[in-house]
């Protein structure tokens, strides 16, 4: 019974056109997070992303920041990405007035874990993190912040965010490097637009040149599946890097 129930589940999927694997799932607040991307029937992948349950908006650390590591799971093999990170920002962060707000950085690393790690942004390592870029490997219109961050990198930003222009941070998107190569792609979300359950869905540049093959989004998506009841931070309408 099991397995016809499987089947047919299975077979609604791809009538569908589409299913979403999902990754193990990691603790975070009174809820759970975890990774998926979206597979149609012919194995190209739709979108990646993380999605976290209503739980995680509540009993999260009031004071500390708080990071959670997220993995798709071991079937896929989706590049560049090898890891995610979601990282609490209960007060938020520099620069004062912009990110001051309790919000989530949603990382999606292309670096290991391991790598990542080792990143200071101090002494020594700050000429890493500060390694300038090449003109082609910028997306348009992004400039750099002034230093590095530990376990991250160095944070590009894009000045025509609303958030630079007089208005009030919701959702943006950064995108990080370390040693002179794109190492990350990083929605950030504020709890305050999460808990409202508004959705986003906004067109992103890309740079002309990528340091590897893989799926770069050209968009990004903030949602609620009201059906799942999860809150889904998305990169999607991927262009395929070769």
């Not at 349950?53 to 590049?79: C, K």
């Not at 067109?203 to 893989?214: A, M, Q």
């Amino acid at each position: 019974m099991k397995i016809l129930i499987f089947l047919s589940a299975l077979f609604l999927c791809l009538q569908a056109q589409a299913y979403y694997i999902f990754g193990e799932a990691v603790h975070i607040g009174n809820g759970k997070a975890k990774a998926f991307a979206d597979i149609d029937k012919y194995g190209r992948v739709q979108k990646v992303g993380m999605a976290m349950t209503e739980g995680t908006m509540q009993g999260l650390p009031e004071h500390d920041h708080a990071e959670y590591v997220l993995r798709l799971p071991s079937v896929l093999n989706i590049p560049p990405y090898n890891h995610f990170v979601i990282n609490w920002e209960p007060h938020g962060h520099e620069p004062d007035r912009v990110y001051t707000l309790p919000h989530f950085d949603f990382h999606f690393y292309f670096i290991t874990n391991e790598l990542r790690q080792t990143i200071t942004c101090m002494n020594e390592d700050r000429a890493n993190c500060l390694t300038p870029i090449a003109a082609n490997k910028t997306p348009p219109f992004y400039v750099p912040t002034p230093e590095g961050v530990p376990l991250m990198g160095w944070h590009w930003v894009d000045p025509r965010s609303p958030e630079f222009n007089g208005q009030i941070f919701t959702a943006t998107y950064v995108y990080g490097f370390y040693k002179g190569e794109m190492t990350f792609v990083e929605p950030m979300v504020t709890r305050e637009f999460l808990l409202a359950k508004t959705h986003v869905d906004k067109e992103v540049p890309l740079p002309v040149e990528f340091p590897h093959p893989g799926y770069y989004p050209q968009a990004y998506e903030v949602s609620f599946d009201s059906v799942r009841n999860l809150h889904m931070i998305t990169l999607k309408n991927f262009l395929r890097a070769e």
